[in-house]
């Protein structure tokens, strides 16, 4: 007698037992799996079998991603210069050590019935990353800096009763499309302009363009070029006239040699944790902060968690649990003011070690050799022929080479780089065409003197040899 066909089972789909499904689909009062999805419009709906292929078995899987795997690059394997929002830094081996604790690792934000060490690792956290940026309140981390400075100007829209923000036009473009899909369609934004000799902003058109309808001016210092906003108490001042509210983003591993931008004007300063003991990844490892004073206007309009600590019944005791839950996304849900979802508060912890394992001194210290490398990185360079460096304002670690003399387009110079194992920094030509065939080129404590030299010894090799073949022609 032949035996009943069993239904498939998958090591990775749950429930795929037919009994197990039925029972579940009783339970709440479906007749079929599809009945889950009529609020999707049929139109949007697949009509035909998805043409797969046969699943792979665990180990044919697992071989099969390590062979895609294999043909990455990562600047591991090679001497690196990139920037541009996820940077080189050292990473000290008690950050990976203790964000890989099994009562951390999981730790996206931490709840009443779990531990509540992780309470108390993120309040640490916010007090040591406020005390940073000199203010009196921090969130839990938000996935990256972009959202970070899209929630804050949310925030200020939301306390002005305004609809329109003003951004600095040295934004990073991809930074600039996450904040404008973000706040679409309740506020609109205008891009005020920047000279183009020194990289600061342009006050006279932010004052053009200052009216009784806007409720934010967003800038960062330093900027998305690299270079330090020497304006930010006029910005801040003119913002302030016109009944707005200053937004800053900040590197916070500037903040060890720089003014925090509280000392000048900043209402709400917002950034990413990412240079404070978090690995360069692609796609991932980034988490943004946002900091405002301890006032009611300010911390009623986070849509973020907020830990503090609090004395218990018991004497001398103390406890850590959320500040004011029923402001947040998380109490509120769909009326809530916006959804944050879940948050990065692993890499907040990872922040947090990194900022007590260095200290005030040990961040001052840092600062100062990440401006040395820097700024003899940028002295090389400008000595090779048909090299220009753009933007004359101070830099702390990022600077924008231009090639255009040179008769090379970065993208030629950037794959020449590369022959020579050598991966040079961020490609400026299609976003900042004022600045023509610029590369923003990152140097940080992680790059020795002989690999600079290394740099600008290739870059001179290369351009040596353009300008050889242009004579020759």
């Keep these: 007698m032949a035996q009943p ?7 990775y789909i749950p429930n795929m037992i037919p009994e197990v499904q039925r029972q579940m689909l009783d339970e709440i009062g479906v007749e079929r799996i599809e009945d889950l999805y009529r609020i999707i419009p ?39 210069f990139l920037g541009a929002g996820c940077w080189p830094h050292f990473i000290p081996a008690v950050c ?35 005390e940073l940026v000199d203010m009196d309140v921090v969130n839990v981390p938000t996935f990256d800096w972009a959202q ?50 020194s990289g600061e ?51 916070p591993i500037s903040l060890g040699v720089l003014k925090p931008p509280s000392q000048y004007g900043a209402d709400i300063i917002c950034g990413d944790l990412q240079p404070l003991g978090m690995h360069m990844n692609y796609g991932g490892g980034q988490a943004g902060f946002i900091a405002t004073r301890d006032e009611e206007k300010y911390v009623m309009e986070y849509p973020s968690r907020l830990f503090g600590i609090a004395p218990t019944i018991v004497e001398g005791e103390y406890g850590f649990g959320d500040v004011a839950y029923e402001r947040t996304s998380f109490h509120d849900r769909e009326k809530g003011k916006e959804s944050v979802g879940t948050q990065t508060a692993l890499w907040g912890i990872t922040a947090g070690v990194y900022l007590a394992l260095l200290g005030p001194y040990g961040m001052q210290e840092l600062g100062q050799t990440i401006m040395q490398k820097s700024q003899y990185a ?58 023509g065939e610029s590369m923003l080129l990152c140097v940080t404590e992680v790059h020795s003197q002989e690999e600079i030299e290394l740099l600008a010894a290739a870059l001179g090799r290369i351009c040596s040899r353009e300008t050889k073949g242009v004579n020759s022609r």
């Design 378 to 435: 940028a002295k090389l360079l400008g000595q090779i022929e048909g090299v220009t460096i753009r933007l004359q304002s101070p830099f702390f670690k990022e600077f924008a080479a231009d090639f255009s003399q040179t008769g090379l387009t970065v993208e030629e110079v950037l794959k020449q780089l590369r022959a020579e194992g050598i991966q040079g920094g961020r490609d400026l030509s299609s976003n900042f065409p004022e600045l």
């Design 96 to 130: 990976d050590e203790i964000n890989q604790r099994s009562e951390f690792v999981t730790a996206y934000a931490g709840e009443p019935y779990e531990d509540h060490g992780r309470f108390q690792a993120l309040f640490e956290y916010q007090s040591l990353v406020a």
């Design 42 to 80: 049929d139109e949007l709906k697949l009509k035909e079998q998805m043409d797969l292929p046969p699943a792979l078995s665990e180990l044919e899987l697992r071989r099969h991603v390590e062979k895609l795997l294999n043909r990455n690059q990562s600047t591991q394997d090679v001497l690196s």
């Design 201 to 251: 902003l342009n006050l006279q058109d932010l004052r053009n363009k200052m009216t009784g309808n806007i409720a934010a001016v967003y800038f960062e210092n330093p900027t998305f070029l690299g270079t330090i906003e020497s304006q930010g108490q006029q910005i801040a001042d003119i913002a302030h006239e016109a009944g707005a509210v200053c937004v800053v983003g900040v590197d």
């Design 5 to 11: 066909k069993q239904a498939a089972m998958h090591p």
């Design 148 to 197: 970070a400075a899209s929630t804050s100007l949310r925030m200020a829209a939301r306390m002005t009763g305004r609809t329109e923000v003003l951004l600095a036009g040295t934004i990073d473009k991809d930074k600039l499309k996450i904040i404008a899909n973000y706040i679409t369609p309740d506020l609109t934004y205008k891009q005020v302009d920047f000279h183009h000799e």
